[in-house]
């Protein structure tokens, strides 16, 4: 069982920065791949940022690749994504989420077992 608790969002103008925090409780955030989703009004749920369990490695979407980064602090627990240079396109509820049984990395929203309450980010132009 995995627990996740989103905070930092809020609102900010275009070209600013936020850094997104999620707190992980109930499983060591090492051991299960985690990721960032966010979900604008009126569009599906999709993939921003990603770090691999196993090896740390980081996926990004194409649309954030550049300018958001996503880290993880194993002594918290906690998960974060910075985000740089935001444009009013990125306004959406984001997710953290976690994926316990998957030995691969996957960009499938589907695929992942817990879910944060999510984070409102709204960039205003």
């Known amino acids: 069982q995995v627990q996740l608790v989103e905070s930092g969002g809020g609102l900010v103008q275009a070209g600013g920065s936020l850094r997104l925090s999620c707190a992980a409780s109930g499983r060591t955030v090492t051991t299960y791949t985690v990721g960032w989703f966010r979900q604008a009004p009126g569009k599906e749920r999709e993939f921003v940022a990603g770090?691999?369990?196993?090896?740390?490695?980081?996926y990004y979407a194409d649309s954030v690749k550049g300018r958001f980064t996503i880290s993880r602090d194993n002594a918290k627990n906690t998960l974060y994504l910075q985000m740089n240079s935001l444009k009013p396109e990125d306004t959406a509820v984001y997710y953290c989420a976690a994926d316990v049984g998957s030995y691969y990395f996957t960009t499938n929203d589907y695929e992942y077992d817990y879910w944060g309450q999510g984070t409102q980010v709204t960039v205003s132009s």
């Open positions: 770090i691999m369990w196993s090896d740390s490695s980081t």
